[in-house]
Each structure stands twice: as C-alpha cells, then as structure tokens.
C-alpha cells in the first residue's frame, strides 16, 4: 500500500491551488484521509481530516479557505486551497487510515509536497 501525493507548487498570495492523493496496493478499505503539513523548524500540524463517516476537521487557520474531499471509488483525497497565505508554505504530507487485504489497519503517510507562497 502507498499514497502518492501531487499538485504542490509555487503560488503568489491570494492565489489557489489544488492538491491530490491517490492510495494503492492492495487495500480492502480506507477510513480517515487527511492532510498535515509541516514549516520549516516547526512540529508537523493536521491540516484537515475527513473520516469515512464524512465528518470534517479543519485547522483554525485554514477554515473558510480549504476544502478536503475524498472520491471513495479512486481511492484519492484532495486539498483544495484557496486564499492562499505565506505563511501557508510547507511541505504537505497526506495521511490515511488502511485497512489492506490481510484485515491489517495502519496509517500511512504519503511522501510530502512542497506548497511556496509568495507575497
């Protein structure tokens, strides 16, 4: 099982941007995704979290600008990002909850993308 992330990039301030991550392998079901992220010389923080039950956690700082969706049937959960800020650079990592063909539930991380924005 591996998630793949994607859509990082440089914006400017005010812009928006669209991220993407795609869990495979051999997965018989997925509970919570979501999405963290981490500054430079800071702890890693939740971004937003959607559970398979469809409850929703955003952080403080992103409510009203983020959105996270899931498509069950591609197994990918998306970031969308508008408004962006400065200070919302980091490395964004996605997270999921797996439960693969052997009944076995973990959390896996995917590899980070890398969100710049300038001012």
């Known amino acids: 099982v591996q998630l793949q992330a994607s859509g990082g990039g440089l914006v400017q301030a005010g812009g928006s941007l669209r991220l993407s991550c795609a869990a495979s392998g051999s997965i018989f079901s997925i509970n919570d995704m979501g999405w963290y992220r981490q500054a430079p010389e800071k702890q890693r923080e939740l971004v937003a979290r959607l559970t398979s039950g469809g409850s929703i956690d955003y952080a403080d700082s992103v409510k009203g600008r983020f959105t996270i969706s899931r498509d069950n049937f591609k197994n990918t959960v998306y970031l969308q990002m508008n408004s962006l800020k400065p200070e919302d650079t980091a490395v964004y990592y996605c997270?999921?909850?797996?439960?693969?063909?052997?009944?076995?539930?973990?959390?896996?991380w995917g590899q980070g993308t890398l969100v710049t924005v300038s001012s």
């Open positions: 997270n999921a909850a797996i439960v693969d063909r052997r009944m076995i539930t973990r959390a896996y």
